[in-house]
């Protein structure tokens, strides 16, 4: 009776019935950009998006942190990472192994930060005669800032935030929930101008070898924004930023 047990237990690990956890395929996707979207913990908004997407479609997916940002892109073109995330759309132009999946993840938002009472930014022209600052690099900044003439680009974000706390420029520009959660470690009281200056959607992709899971992945999103799990999420992430 005992033998005859033990063959059971063990035809059932063999063929997946023992546990689904055992059998359930794992997804690593890749991004440049931490915290507040993704974090050591693993429980960042993005991260708990895109785990909870493919938790609906019995996936295990976790998001992965480069500090190269376009070498994300090629491990995830060539099937080295199953994805990446957090991408605007388009890529697959330059990396045509992979698929984006068409619900998006989220806006981002470019937006002025001051010391003072913030300014309306209806339009880029909005902060002509102020000192501004943003990362070098920052195309979405540099394409429409070409000619604005009192300007410092910086090497990194926290530089941007030294020059705006000692008043050494008027407006910071950075994406705004990056921007208010460095603002929240650093103790620092910042001011966002409203509306945006600009918005881009972002998008998830998969390398083509997973391609008969786009459209699952896509659904499964979109169900979450509308039985309200996304906003569940957002609120107790990205939601607790808010100033």
């Known amino acids: 009776m005992k033998k005859r047990t033990l063959v059971l237990v063990l035809m059932c690990v063999a063929f997946g019935g023992l546990s689904p956890a055992i059998a359930m395929e794992k997804l690593i996707f890749n991004t440049g950009i931490r915290d507040p979207f993704t974090t050591n913990k693993g429980d960042g ?6 785990h909870e997407t493919f ?13 190269n940002s376009a070498k994300a892109l090629i491990n995830a073109n060539n099937g080295i990472d199953d994805g990446a995330a957090l ?3 388009g890529l697959e132009k330059k990396y045509p192994n992979l698929i984006r999946i068409p619900e998006k993840l989220m806006d981002n938002e470019f937006v ?18 102020a000192k501004i600052a943003y990362i ?26 030294d020059l705006l706390s000692s008043g050494k420029v008027d407006l910071m520009l950075y994406e705004r929930w990056q921007g208010l959660w460095r603002a ?52 107790r992430t990205l939601g607790q930023l808010r100033n």
């Not at 938790?55 to 500090?67: G, M, N, P, S, T």
């Open 45 to 50: 908004f993005i991260d708990q998006i895109i």
């Open 55 to 67: 938790r609906r479609i019995d996936i295990d997916a976790k998001l992965i942190v480069y500090q």
């Open 87 to 89: 991408r605007i759309q």
């Open 112 to 129: 002025a930060y001051s010391m003072n009472p913030p300014v309306a930014t209806n339009e880029w022209s909005a902060m002509a005669g």
């Open 136 to 161: 070098n690099g920052w195309q979405i900044f540099q394409n429409n800032l070409a000619d604005h003439k009192a300007t410092t680009r910086t090497k990194n974000a926290q530089k941007m935030f």
């Open 184 to 235: 929240q470690q650093l103790g620092i009281n910042i001011q966002v101008s409203e509306p945006p200056l600009a918005k881009r959607e972002m998008f998830m992709y998969l390398n083509n070898k997973h391609a008969d899971l786009v459209d699952k992945a896509s659904t499964a999103l979109a169900e979450m924004k509308q039985d309200g799990t996304y906003q569940e999420i957002f609120n």
